[in-house]
C-alpha cells in the first residue's frame, strides 16, 4: 500500500487496488488529491446518479460511474468519488498561501481503504436488493404472459411469444 502523496500537479498513480468480497476496488492518487473505487456489479444500465445508491454513504458523495480508466486491461464498471472537498487538503493550496485548502484533512490510503470495504459492504446490499427487484419484476412479466395465454387460449409458439413480450410490455 503506497501513501498519498500530495502534489501541485496532477499525476494519477494507483496507490492501493485488489478485491473486498469479490468487488475489485482501486485507490488512485490524482496528484492533487486521492479517489476511490470499486466495482458495481448491477446487471443493468445504471449511473452514480441512479437512486439505488442513495444508500452508499461515502466521503462527498459518489462522482464516478465509468471504466477503469487506471487499468485499460479491466472491462468492469465502477463508482467512485474523491478528496477534494471543501474540508480537504488539496494540492493546488502548495501554490496558494492563503487557500482554505491549505489546512484541510490530509488522507491517508489506509483511511481511504476503510472507506472502500464500508462503501463495498453498501453497494452489496444494494445489489441484492436490486437483483431482487429484477427477479420479482421478472415473474410478474412471467406471470402476466401465463395470464394472457390462459385468456386468449394461445398455443405457446415463437410468434405468440412476441406478441405477448408486446402486449405485456404496452400495459406496464
Known amino acids: 500500500m503506497k501513501e ?3 502534489q501541485s500537479n496532477s499525476t494519477q498513480e494507483v496507490l492501493y487496488s485488489g478485491s473486498y468480497k469479490d468487488h475489485k476496488f482501486a485507490i488512485v492518487s490524482q496528484g492533487t488529491h486521492p479517489c476511490a ?3 458495481c456489479k448491477l446487471k443493468r444500465t445504471f449511473d452514480y446518479e441512479d437512486s439505488c445508491f442513495y444508500s452508499i454513504d461515502v466521503h462527498g458523495g459518489l462522482t ?13 464498471i465502477y463508482i467512485g468519488w474523491d478528496y477534494a472537498h ?15 485548502r491549505k489546512d484541510g484533512r490530509m488522507w491517508t490510503t489506509a ?19 436490486d437483483w431482487k ?40
Open 4 to 6: 498519498m502523496i500530495y
Open 37 to 39: 473505487y470499486i466495482e
Open 64 to 76: 464516478f460511474c465509468d471504466g477503469a480508466y487506471w487499468d485499460k486491461e479491466d472491462k468492469s
Open 86 to 100: 471543501y474540508n480537504d487538503f488539496h494540492g493546488s493550496a502548495m501554490f496558494y498561501d492563503n487557500s482554505l
Open 111 to 129: 483511511e481511504i481503504y476503510k472507506n472502500v470495504c464500508s462503501a463495498i459492504d453498501e453497494l452489496l446490499k444494494v445489489e441484492e436488493n
Open 133 to 172: 427487484m429484477q427477479t420479482k419484476n421478472f415473474q410478474q412479466v412471467k406471470d402476466k404472459m401465463w395470464d394472457i395465454i390462459k385468456s386468449e387460449n394461445l398455443i405457446v409458439n415463437n410468434q405468440n411469444i412476441d406478441y405477448l413480450i408486446q402486449k405485456v410490455f404496452k400495459e406496464n
